[in-house]
């Protein structure tokens, strides 16, 4: 029996945890191959089962196979799946799996894709954890968990059984307070302030990053490179136009996260091409400045202020 799990790797691990106990598996007992995965091992391994009981692998394909070195052995590896007897079990993480690979995992055996939560899937996913670990809570928890932790399944996890082992009714004050920890706050939320015009929530999220440890340079590195995606958006929207240009589409063409190209292209929508010239030059002229001997930290703040400039309402331009 071939098990298949595809996706976010915490999500598809703990699947596969799963997947073994509800067939009595010891996970103790439960043979996983990595770094040494080969074709041939694989099969004397499952076949070991009718010596010592029932035989139960965990193929770790990522760790296994990677970049072109890997095509070739993980090639032999799904070739030698197929010969798998039923009596064993066979568990492969694979989640970076291809279409075509999860297509030939659904020829083998079973397979179950587990894609990382995004957008509005993130909070539905995590009122569902929620509710799987018994946990009372207000409407509005869900939400608050996806704003401080992001796209990060495996933290949201850990965070809802400690919110479960102390067995409260909950709202967002209250998870706030337990999380003791301050809202994700990437180069994005940095360019959505800037881009409402909103000078001091830009430069309170420049300054917490500061204080958190980031380097000025670091987020100045950031900042060119979101504004440049969202460059890349304005030049996609403008070429597609008057279609629409969804999310998956963006980050095929932008080669970015589905994310960050959504994202990129809600603010594509609100910035025209002189505007975005502007903004690339002010960021410019203030990272040269931070590198060459000015106050770096001067340099970003001053940077952010004067780029919400831009897109104060009183001052927008008409797209």
Do not use: C
């Not at 032999?76 to 197929?82: H, Q, S, T, W």
């Not at 670091?218 to 969804?246: D, S, Y």
Request: without cysteine; hydrophobic residues 50%; charged residues 30%.
């Amino acid at each position: 029996m071939v098990i298949a799990f595809t996706g976010d790797p915490f999500l598809t691990r703990r699947a596969a945890r799963a997947a073994l106990r509800e067939r009595d598996v010891d996970l103790a007992g439960v043979t996983e191959l990595g770094e040494s995965l080969r074709a041939e091992e694989m099969l004397d391994l499952a076949s070991q089962g009718g010596l010592f009981g029932q035989a139960a692998l965990v193929l770790d394909f990522a760790e296994a196979f990677q970049g072109q070195a890997g095509v070739k052995p993980r090639n032999e590896v799904m070739k030698a799946l197929e010969r798998v007897q039923e009596s064993a079990i066979v568990v492969v993480l694979d989640p970076d799996a291809t279409a075509a690979r999860q297509k030939a995992f659904q020829k083998i055996g079973e397979h179950r894709h587990l894609p990382t939560p995004r957008f509005e899937q993130l909070p539905r996913w995590i009122a569902a954890e929620l509710k799987a670990a018994g946990v009372r809570h207000r409407p509005d928890v869900p939400g608050v968990l996806a704003d401080l932790f992001g796209e990060d399944p495996a933290a949201i996890a850990s965070e809802i059984q400690k919110l479960a082992a102390l067995d409260e009714e909950y709202d967002a004050d209250r998870v706030r307070q337990l999380v003791n920890r301050a809202a994700v706050h990437d180069a994005f939320d940095l360019i959505e302030a800037i881009a409402t015009g909103d000078a001091a929530g830009a430069l309170g999220i420049a300054r917490q990053l500061l204080d958190e440890g980031e380097a000025p340079q670091r987020v100045f590195g950031a900042l060119v490179w979101q504004f440049q995606l969202v460059a890349r958006a304005v030049a996609l929207l403008e070429r597609e136009r008057p279609r629409k240009v969804g999310a998956s589409q963006a980050a095929s063409v932008l080669r970015a996260k589905p994310r960050a190209a959504a994202r990129a292209l809600e603010l594509a929508a609100r910035i025209d091409e002189p505007t975005l010239r502007a903004v690339l030059g002010e960021l410019l002229e203030q990272d040269v400045r931070g590198k060459s001997g000015g106050d770096a930290e001067l340099a970003l703040e001053t940077a952010v202020v004067r780029l919400s400039r831009y897109w104060r309402p009183a001052s927008a331009p008409a797209r």
